[in-house]
C-alpha cells in the first residue's frame, strides 16, 4: 500500500500583500521548527495571492524553509493576448510547485465551469505543477442530489481530459462550509473523499486512487483537524480563514501529535 504523505495546504485567497507574506512565512517557518516540525511527516504548502509569489519564493529558498507554495489560479492559455491573465509558465518559473483550479470562489465569482476547470488542470500539469483540483457541492445541490453527486461528477470532467498517470491533487471543499464555521464532520468528508478516490480508480486506475491526496477544506481549525485526518480517505487539509493566523496554522500543522497522543 502506498503511504500518501498528507499535505496541509494554506489557501490565503485574497490577504496578505507582499510585505505581510514575507513576515508570515518566517514566523511560520520559526514557529514550526520550534515545534519540531518535520516535512517528511506533513507538506506544508501556502497558496499566497499572484503578487507575493516572487516574494514568498525568495523568503523560502532563502532561508531553505522546508515549504511549498503555488498560486491559486492560473490561465488555461500559455501565452498571448489574454489581459490579466497568468501563464503556468510563469508559475513554474517562480518555482511554484502547486496551483489551485476550479475553487467554488472562482467557479462563483468568475463563471468557471467544469470545461475550464478541466482546461486549467491540463495547462498546469503542461508546465509541469501539481493541480490542486478543488470540487464540492452546495447545500442546494445535496439536498436535490446526496453529497457526493456533484463533487464526483466534477472531479470526473476534469480526469477524464488528463492523461491517467497525472501527478494531481483533489480537495473536496463543499460550498455551505466554505469560511462558515460550519465544517462537514470527519463522516461526511470521508464518504465524500472515499467517493471521490473510488472515482479516480474508474477513471484513472487504483494505482492512481492509491497515490493521488485527497484533501478536505471548509471551516478547518486546529480543533477539528485530527478528527479528519483520521479518516481514511483524507490526506490532508486546504485551509482558508485559519492559515492566516501563524499559531493557529502551525497548530494545524501539528495534528500527527494529537493522533499519536
Ligand atoms: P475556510 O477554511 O475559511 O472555510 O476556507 C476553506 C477554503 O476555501 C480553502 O480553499
Known sequence: MVERRPLIAGNWKM???????????????????DA????????V??????????SVQTTIESDRMEFAFGAQDLSPHDSGAHTGDISGE??????????????????????????????KTRAALLHGLVPVVCVGETTE?????????????QLRVVLESIAKDSDIV????????????????????QEVCSALREEIAAVMGNDAAERTRVLYGGSVKSQNIASFMREADVDGA?????????????????FPKHIIA
Open 238 to 254: 486546504l485551509v482558508g480563514g485559519a492559515s492566516l493566523d501563524v499559531d493557529e496554522f502551525s497548530r494545524i500543522v501539528q
Open 36 to 43: 519540531k516540525y518535520s516535512a517528511g511527516q506533513v507538506e
Open 15 to 33: 490577504n496578505f500583500d507582499h510585505l505581510r507574506s514575507i513576515a508570515f512565512v518566517q514566523k511560520l517557518a520559526w514557529t514550526l521548527k
Open 45 to 54: 504548502a501556502v497558496f499566497p495571492p499572484f503578487t507575493d509569489i516572487r
Open 90 to 119: 510563469f508559475l513554474a518559473k517562480l518555482g511554484c510547485t502547486y496551483v489551485i483550479v476550479g475553487h467554488s470562489e472562482r467557479r462563483m465569482d468568475h463563471h468557471e465551469d467544469d470545461e475550464l476547470v478541466a482546461a
Open 170 to 189: 483533489v480537495a473536496y471543499e463543499p460550498v455551505w462550509a466554505i469560511g462558515s464555521g460550519q465544517a462537514a464532520t470527519p463522516k461526511e468528508a
Open 141 to 153: 445541490d445535496r439536498e436535490a442530489h446526496g453529497a457526493s453527486a456533484v463533487p464526483v461528477a
